[in-house]
């Protein structure tokens, strides 16, 4: 079972900043958040991931929230080609097959 | 760099008839991992390998399904005798090490008839 929550679907308009929560209140000390997304037909691509500090690379900014329950993961100018299904994962590092993906959230950049 | 690389990238075959499916690591990387994910469904572990240890098969839904890895880097995946069900897209991932973030490959897409 996803030890994950996260809303089916969302919308948001191209330039604008696309704000996905994620709900993992049984997240455990040594659990990492990772976020992976999946375009339609490919394979799922990594975007970020960490264990409590906000994190920011050249996709997207990751903000947990001090208690760890819940994250929201930040593309800060959504563009067409960010429309995908995007994952959030809690697991440990050296967890290879404890990879389980929820259903996501399906996000939808609009011109 | 390149990416994970899998081949081919789809796969019709018979119900009764073997399948191989490969997948080509990014270079360097010591870990590599067969998933399944069937239509709109999440991951399913099927097995991963960690340098020279022993692979860890414990997601293999029967003894169809096989893998090996040889040299260390290219790995392939052999279902003997497949059926309609195991109609999915097989994925491969990769990572530096087993606590290293892993990368995908496109996947192949397989459908039994």
């Known amino acids: 079972d996803a030890k994950t929550t996260q809303p089916p679907s969302m919308d948001c308009a191209e330039g604008r900043a696309a704000n996905l929560p994620c709900n993992h209140s049984?997240?455990?000390?040594?659990?990492?958040v990772y976020w992976y997304r999946q375009i339609h037909s490919q394979g799922p691509q990594y975007i970020i991931h960490?264990?409590?500090n906000n994190e920011t690379n050249e996709m997207a900014s990751l903000i947990i929230t001090e208690d760890r329950k819940s994250s929201t993961l930040i593309l800060p100018h959504a563009t067409l080609r960010d429309t995908a299904v995007y994952y959030c994962?809690?697991?440990?590092?050296?967890?290879?097959?404890?990879?389980?993906f929820g259903p996501g959230t399906r996000l939808s950049v609009l011109p | 760099g390149a990416g994970v690389s899998q081949s081919p990238s789809n796969k019709v075959t018979e119900k009764g008839k073997d399948v191989e499916l490969r997948c080509d690591p990014i270079?360097?990387?010591?870990?590599l991992y067969w998933y399944r994910q069937s239509l709109g469904q999440g991951l399913e572990f099927l097995i991963y390998?960690?340098?020279?240890?022993?692979?860890?098969k414990s997601g293999l839904p029967s003894d169809r399904f096989s893998a090996e890895r040889t040299g260390g880097s290219v790995s392939t995946l052999t279902i003997q005798r497949t059926q309609q069900e195991d109609s999915a897209v097989y994925l491969c991932?990769?990572?530096?090490?087993?606590?290293?973030?892993?990368?995908f490959g496109p996947g192949t897409r397989l459908l039994v008839l």
């Open positions: 994962i809690v697991r440990m590092l050296w967890d290879g097959q404890n990879f389980v």
């Open positions: 991932a990769s990572s530096l090490g087993i606590r290293e973030t892993q990368y």
């Open positions: 960490g264990l409590k």
């Open positions: 390998f960690q340098g020279n240890s022993a692979p860890d």
């Open positions: 270079s360097g990387h010591t870990a």
């Open positions: 049984t997240i455990s000390g040594n659990e990492y």
